[in-house]
C-alpha cells in the first residue's frame, strides 16, 4: 500500500506542474519500482527533456536507460548510453570500462547480437584485474566458438568469486575440454538441482556443446529466424508470438521478417494465474500497448478466448511461433488450439524451457505433451543455457 501511495503522490506531483524535471524523475523512479514501465518510460523521458545539464539530466538518462533496456527499446537505450558515455571524463590512458559501457555492452551482445563489440568492452575491463566480468566475457567467447579463451575467463572469475554462474560455466568447459572427474564433481556440488538437470538435459542432446548453449536473446531469435527461411524456402505461413509483454522479441523478431504479416497475442494485464512464486497479474504492461513495427498486429486477450478465433480467420500452417508464456497451462492453450497448424518446417521458439526452478513443468512439459499427443518428431536447433531459450523445428 505504502507503494502505491508513493506512485500515486509523484502522479499527483506531476499533474500540479508538468514542467518539474523533479517531479518526473521521481514519477519514472516510483513507477518503475512498481513495474510500471511505459509510465516511467513516459516521466523519465519528459525529466530528460525538462532538466537543465547537469547531475538530474544525467540521472534521468541513466534510468531511462535501464528502462528502455527492461522494454526491449533497443536503439533508443542503445543512443542514450552511447550519449551517457560520450560525457564522460576523457583520460589519456586506457581506463577501465565504465558501469554504463558495461550496460552498452550487455545491451549489444542479448538486444543486438554484437558478440565481438561486447567482448571487446568485457576484455578491456578483466585487463584490470579480477572481476565477475570474466564470467560474461567467457559466455560471450563461448558463444563465438571461442572455447580456450573462454575458459581461460571462467578460471579468472572462479579465482574471484566461486559462485554457481562460475562452477556451470567450468563445468561445461570440463565437459567439452574432458577434464578430471573429481574437479567435475567438485562444481556440480555447488549447483541447485534444476541447473543440473537443465544441464544433463541439454547435454543429451543433438545440440550439446553447441556455441547456442551460451546465445543471449538476439542470437536465438536470429537462429530460429535462420532456420525458418532456409528450411521454408519461401514466406507463406503463420508467424506467431504468445507473450509479448514490452515487444522486445516481436521487434527482434520483424527485423528478420520486415515484410512478412506478424501476430503478437498477449493479455497485457499480466499473468492469469499465479507462476509458482510469481503472483498473478505480473508482467503486466497495465494494458499499454507496445510500439510495433507496421507489419505486427497485436490481439489482446487470453490465448484460449483470442486464438481459436484467429486462426479462424488466418488459414495456413505455421511457419514460425514464439511461445513465451511461461505458464504450463497458457502454452497448453496454444498448442490445443493451434496443433493441427503445426507441420513439417515449422519452427518454435520457447523462452523459458530449461533453467528455472520448475522448467520441467512448464513449457518444456506442454511441448512434450503435445509431441507425444500428435505424434511430432522434432529436432533441437539450439538450447541455451544463458537466455533459457531452446528451438525446435518440427521434421
Given amino acids: 500500500m505504502a507503494g502505491t501511495d508513493k506512485l500515486d503522490d509523484a502522479q499527483v506531483a506531476v499533474a500540479e506542474d508538468p514542467t518539474d524535471a523533479t517531479a518526473q524523475l521521481q514519477l519514472g523512479r516510483e513507477a518503475r519500482r512498481r513495474q510500471n514501465l511505459a509510465v516511467a518510460a513516459t516521466a523519465l ?28 527499446y533497443i536503439s533508443e537505450a542503445e543512443t542514450l548510453l552511447r550519449d551517457l558515455i560520450s560525457q ?20 549489444l ?29 567467457g559466455v560471450t567467447a563461448d558463444s563465438m566458438g571461442l572455447h580456450a579463451r573462454a575458459k581461460g575467463f571462467y578460471e579468472s572469475s572462479w579465482a574471484f568469486d566461486p559462485d554457481e554462474d562460475a562452477a556451470l560455466h567450468l563445468l561445461i568447459s570440463h565437459a567439452r575440454t574432458g577434464g578430471d572427474d573429481a574437479s567435475a564433481s567438485k562444481l556440480r556440488a555447488l549447483l541447485p538441482a534444476f541447473v543440473l538437470t537443465s544441464l544433463d538435459y541439454v547435454l543429451s542432446t543433438p545440440v550439446a556443446l553447441a556455441p ?14 535462420e532456420t525458418c527461411t532456409e528450411s521454408s524456402g519461401g514466406e507463406e505461413g503463420l508467424i506467431l508470438e504468445f507473450g509479448v509483454y514490452h515487444g522486445k522479441s516481436i521487434r527482434m523478431l520483424a527485423a528478420h521478417f520486415p ?39 497485436l490481439h489482446a486477450g487470453l490465448f484460449s478466448d483470442t486464438l481459436p478465433a484467429f486462426l479462424e480467420a ?13 505458464l504450463y497451462s497458457s502454452a497448453k492453450d496454444v498448442f490445443d488450439a493451434a496443433a493441427d497448424r503445426v507441420k513439417p518446417g515449422t519452427v518454435i521458439i520457447f523462452d523459458e524451457y530449461v ?7 512448464d513449457e518444456y512439459r ?19 543455457l544463458v537466455s533459457q531459450q531452446a528451438v525446435v523445428q518440427i521434421l
Avoid at 548453449?213 to 531469435?221: A, E, G, N, Q, S
Avoid at 498473478?280 to 497495465?286: D, F, I, K, Q, V
Avoid at 488466418?314 to 508464456?325: K, T, V
Avoid at 503435445?370 to 539450439?382: D, F, N
Wanted: include cysteine.
Fill in 45 to 72: 523521458s519528459h525529466a530528460v527533456e525538462l532538466s537543465p545539464d547537469g547531475s538530474t539530466k544525467k540521472d534521468a538518462k541513466q534510468e531511462l536507460a535501464d528502462v528502455l533496456v527492461m522494454m526491449g
Fill in 212 to 225: 547456442a548453449m551460451h546465445y543471449w536473446t538476439y542470437d536465438m531469435l536470429r537462429l530460429a529466424a
Fill in 314 to 326: 488466418h488459414p495456413g500452417p505455421i511457419r514460425l511461433m514464439n511461445i513465451d508464456a511461461d
Fill in 109 to 137: 551482445v542479448d538486444g543486438r547480437g554484437e558478440r565481438s563489440a561486447a567482448l571487446e568492452i568485457y576484455q578491456a575491463t578483466c585487463d584490470f584485474g579480477p572481476t565477475p566480468i570474466a564470467c560474461l566475457a
Fill in 259 to 297: 515484410e512478412a504479416p506478424m501476430h503478437g497475442f498477449d493479455t497485457f494485464s499480466g499473468i492469469p494465474e499465479d507462476w509458482h512464486g510469481t503472483r498473478r497479474g505480473a508482467y503486466s504492461t497495465y494494458e499499454a500497448l507496445p510500439q510495433v513495427p507496421q507489419n505486427v498486429e
Fill in 88 to 107: 564522460e571524463p576523457q583520460a589519456s590512458s586506457p581506463q577501465k570500462p565504465s558501469t554504463t559501457s558495461l550496460k552498452l555492452a550487455n545491451l
Fill in 355 to 361: 533453467m528455472n526452478p520448475n522448467w520441467e513443468r
Fill in 366 to 384: 506442454a511441448f512434450q505433451e503435445a509431441v507425444a499427443q500428435h505424434g511430432w518428431e522434432y529436432r533441437y536447433v539450439g538450447i541455451s
